[in-house]
């Protein structure tokens, strides 16, 4: 089945820890994304990548830090210096050019305590 | 900047009603326009999508929605709610290359009641 894996579901850290949230697609897409989703304020940008070994900030990606090593994966890192990360993070992935369409996986809810 | 406009935070609709939620968007050219249904705790699914032509695109759990370039917007109808249609709908622009992110309205919560 072709589609987009956010692996954990849910993840809890303590305060001034890293952590990263996992993103697989087997859809062949180059592009990915990473959104931020809060209650009552849509899904907010964060990274996203065109193609592997390049990526580029969204408009809230302070505290944030990604990589893109290979095609299928875009892990997303949610350092200490993120001031508020107790939120849901969504993962995508589109074809570029032409007539794009954005698939989401299931998310991850992320809980600092 | 593109920017999305959901005016409605939050509709509620007797099941068997019709539905409009409403978008508008902010953007020099004719962007590509998405809109995007969410259970709680959920994903989003793609509920239809608009490139150019028609300006009336049909989607999926029987959906549709009008592109009106004069008033930049691409409302959503329904013309029979379901139970099943309560959850969190996004409306969504890309720049119309294809190369750029999605830019998302805040969302609409529809509830459904009997």
């Known amino acids: 089945d072709g589609g987009i894996t956010q692996s954990p579901k849910y993840l809890f850290r303590k305060e001034g820890q890293n952590v990263t949230l996992s993103c697989e697609q087997n859809?062949?897409?180059?592009?990915m994304y990473w959104y931020r989703q809060d209650p009552g304020q849509g899904l907010r940008l964060i990274y996203y990548?065109?193609?592997?070994?390049?990526?580029q900030k969204g408009d809230i990606a302070e505290g944030y830090s990604v990589s893109r090593e290979k095609k299928e994966s875009f892990p997303l890192t949610v350092t200490s210096a993120q001031k508020n990360p107790t939120a849901f993070y969504l993962c995508a992935s589109s074809t570029t050019g032409g007539r794009p369409e954005a698939f989401f996986g299931q998310g991850t809810r992320l809980t600092v305590v | 900047a593109q920017s999305v406009t959901q005016p409605d935070i939050h509709i509620t609709v007797s099941e068997g009603a019709s539905l409009e939620l409403r978008c508008n968007y902010s953007y020099g050219a004719t962007p590509y326009l998405f809109w995007y249904v969410q259970s709680p705790g959920q994903g989003l699914q793609l509920l239809l999508k608009?490139?150019?032509?028609?300006?009336l695109v049909q989607g999926i759990k029987g959906f549709e929605a009008e592109f009106k370039r004069s008033q930049s917007s691409f409302n959503l109808r329904k013309p029979s709610v379901h139970w099943s249609d309560a959850a969190e709908y996004f409306c969504?622009?890309?720049?119309?290359?294809?190369?750029?992110?999605?830019?998302f309205g805040k969302g609409t919560r529809l509830s459904v009641i009997a």
């Open positions: 990548s065109q193609i592997v070994n390049d990526f």
């Open positions: 608009y490139f150019s032509g028609d300006t």
């Open positions: 859809l062949n897409h180059d592009a």
């Open positions: 969504a622009v890309e720049a119309g290359s294809g190369n750029t992110p999605l830019v």
